[in-house]
């Protein structure tokens, strides 16, 4: 089952904060990030294991509530090279072999 | 540096003719992902190999197929059968199978089929 995003895209002037949901209707065991800027490969940004963790580093950071089945990711203080595509990936079980992506949420940041 | 190779990068074929995607990597991961994406989508897994010599199929594996000779290498190859293969194709990698490892993507395949 592929996880929803929330919002579908967004546009930010600089220095303003972002938040991305991503939500499934399944329990999850683990969370995955990625950005992809046009016509490249995502890049890995980070992994949220089930326990509420969260992470972050620099001005992007996540959360992951394994009760309401989601993750949110926030980007604070927005810097024009955060625009792009960002994915969540998720695990539905503990030990499942592939990833769920998301169908992914474009952020533009306009100086 | 290590990393994943995709070739080429751009690829035109004619409808009716297999054609086979390239994807080398020397990070000696032993999982390698094949995805596909289109426009305005998601990423959506063909095929996945967790080691050498064997494989399962993903999401949308219809009118693909792959083989996994050499733990560095994992070609992708779309078939005839595939009713709509013109898109974006992304091979994957991970140190470990499971969907728990981070994954290193490729640059990408964009195939044009007329």
């Known amino acids: 089952q592929q996880p929803v995003q929330s919002p579908q895209a967004v546009i930010l002037r600089e220095g303003e904060d972002a938040v991305i949901n991503c939500s499934s209707s399944k329990a999850l065991y683990s969370v995955h990030w990625y950005r992809q800027k046009h016509g490249e490969a995502p890049v890995f940004l980070m992994i949220l294991l089930k326990g509420g963790e969260q992470k972050g580093h620099d001005k992007i950071s996540a959360s992951f509530n394994e009760k309401k089945q989601q993750s949110s990711l926030y980007l604070t203080a927005s810097q024009l090279s955060y625009s792009g595509t960002y994915f969540c990936?998720?695990?539905?079980?503990?030990?499942?072999?592939?990833?769920?992506f998301g169908q992914g949420t474009r952020l533009t940041i306009n100086p | 540096d290590g990393g994943i190779t995709q070739s080429p990068k751009y690829l035109f074929r004619k409808e009716g003719q297999n054609v086979t995607l390239s994807c080398e990597q020397n990070?000696?991961?032993?999982?390698m992902y094949w995805y596909r994406q289109d426009p305005g989508q998601g990423l959506r897994l063909i095929y996945y190999?967790?080691?050498?010599?064997?494989?399962q199929k993903g999401d949308i594996a219809e009118g693909y197929s792959v083989s996994r000779e050499k733990k560095e290498s994992f070609p992708l190859t779309v078939t005839s059968a595939q009713k709509n293969p013109t898109a974006f194709y992304l091979c994957?990698?991970?140190?470990?199978?499971?969907?728990?490892?981070?994954?290193?993507f490729g640059p990408g395949t964009r195939l044009t089929v007329t």
């Open positions: 994957a990698s991970s140190l470990r199978p499971g969907a728990s490892y981070e994954q290193y």
């Open positions: 990070l000696n991961h032993d999982a």
């Open positions: 990936g998720t695990e539905g079980i503990q030990g499942a072999q592939k990833l769920v």
């Open positions: 190999s967790q080691i050498v010599n064997d494989f």
